[in-house]
């Protein structure tokens, strides 16, 4: 298949080729889109036909789920069987956003959109790219990262083109991707809200919208001790994902002790080929090294997770074009943005660390 490539100018699309693109999707194709977190891969979420064919482009496995994508709050509640007072309160502080909350479904929600499960994902990006696509198709778009399976999530359209050029319609490309991250995933599903996954909106941030404390399970920074795909409300966090194809290993301490580590690891290996994605603080100790690394970058600053955020995901797909072995990353407080970012980590890095 041949992919198009459209440029759209993402602080003011033009209509004719958005129209362009929501006419692949009313026809049941596939278009990657930017939003404001990475880019998604989008079918017509209420079309059973065009939302398998986005498991088939990934090499995504069935059990699990898609997020569907609306331009509206109204459009967001008729997804849900029922929309609590807390998802109005999210709203109103967050939504357009990066922000992704888990309801009961309706019963227009297609089962291969929930894999299933009894409830539905519903995001309202904030890219006005994205709006403007969901609006002319006229339906919600189902839209995971476009990146392929296992693969780290698409942050620049010429990342999409990579993993999945040949394979779909159509890419709109509207330059990188703002947060670089995907959205934070709140279940108000049950009982109490659940944070499933990190992101650009913070744990903090949410608990101060919604005057109450959001549950972070344990899993978030130990992937390890995923009680399984069957038991587990968010599927898709218990797959392997984010990961480049080096071995990625967290380099954890205080700054100082982090460039230590670094140095004895390269000392240790030197035959090895190691990339070294460091913090703003310790890039200058890595630059004026002269060591062997095939890749080196600064993610930015420790204290502004945001930075590191928004370049992880480059940082590892270009890690793997330098052809890396072994990639150390410096490690972040879990706080903030810092949070999503440390979730990211563990998952790529199997844990491993030193
Ligand atoms: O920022 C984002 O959220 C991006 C952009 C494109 O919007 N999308 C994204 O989609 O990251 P994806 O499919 O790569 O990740 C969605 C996650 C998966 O881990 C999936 O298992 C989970 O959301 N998920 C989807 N539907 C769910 C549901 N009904 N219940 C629990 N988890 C769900
Ligand atoms: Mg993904």
Not at 168 to 182: F, S, Y
Not at 190 to 212: F, Q, S, Y
Not at 306 to 330: K, M, P, Q, T, W
Request: with cysteine.
């Amino acid at each position: 298949m041949k992919t198009n490539y459209l440029r759209v100018d993402p602080s003011c699309p033009d209509h004719v080729l958005i129209a362009e693109a929501a006419e692949v999707i009313k026809q049941g194709g596939l278009v990657a889109f930017p939003t404001e977190t990475v880019y998604g891969l989008g079918a017509d979420g209420l079309n059973s036909e065009a939302v398998n064919k986005i498991f088939q482009a990934k090499g995504r496995p069935l059990a699990n789920p898609l997020i569907l994508h609306v331009a509206s709050l109204v459009q967001a509640r008729a997804l849900a069987a029922s929309w609590p007072s807390a998802a109005d309160a999210l709203a109103k502080r967050f939504l357009p956003g990066p922000l992704t909350l888990i309801l009961p479904r309706s019963e227009v929600v297609p089962d291969l959109v929930t894999a299933g499960l009894p409830n539905v994902a519903i995001r309202y990006p904030a890219n006005k790219i994205a709006l403007a696509l969901i609006k002319a198709s006229g339906v919600p778009i189902a839209a995971p990262s476009a990146n392929l399976s296992g693969r780290p999530s698409p942050t620049l359209p010429e990342h999409v083109l990579d993993d999945l050029g040949g394979k779909i319609e159509l890419i709109l490309d509207g330059g990188p991707a703002e947060v670089g991250v995907e959205s934070t995933i709140l279940s108000l599903a049950g009982d109490n809200p659940v944070l499933l996954r990190p992101g650009g909106v913070t744990k903090e941030e949410l608990e101060e919208a919604l005057k109450e404390e959001v549950i972070v399970p344990g899993t978030v920074l130990h992937p390890e001790k995923s009680p399984g795909v069957e038991a587990v409300p968010c599927p898709g966090l218990y797959f392997k994902h984010y990961a480049p194809q080096a071995q990625v290993i967290m380099v954890t301490g205080d700054p100082r002790e982090q460039v230590t580590k670094v140095k004895e690891y390269l000392a240790r290996h030197s035959g090895r080929r190691v990339g070294i994605l460091a913090t703003s603080e310790n890039y200058p100790s890595y630059r004026d090294l002269g060591v062997s690394a095939v890749y080196l970058a600064d993610l930015g600053s420790g204290c502004h997770p945001e930075e590191i955020a928004n370049h992880l995901f480059s940082a590892f797909r270009e890690c793997d074009v330098a052809g890396a072995e072994v990639i150390l990353v410096e490690t972040v407080a879990p706080e903030g943005v810092g949070l999503a970012v440390m979730n990211r980590l563990c998952r790529a890095a199997d844990q491993h660390e030193i």
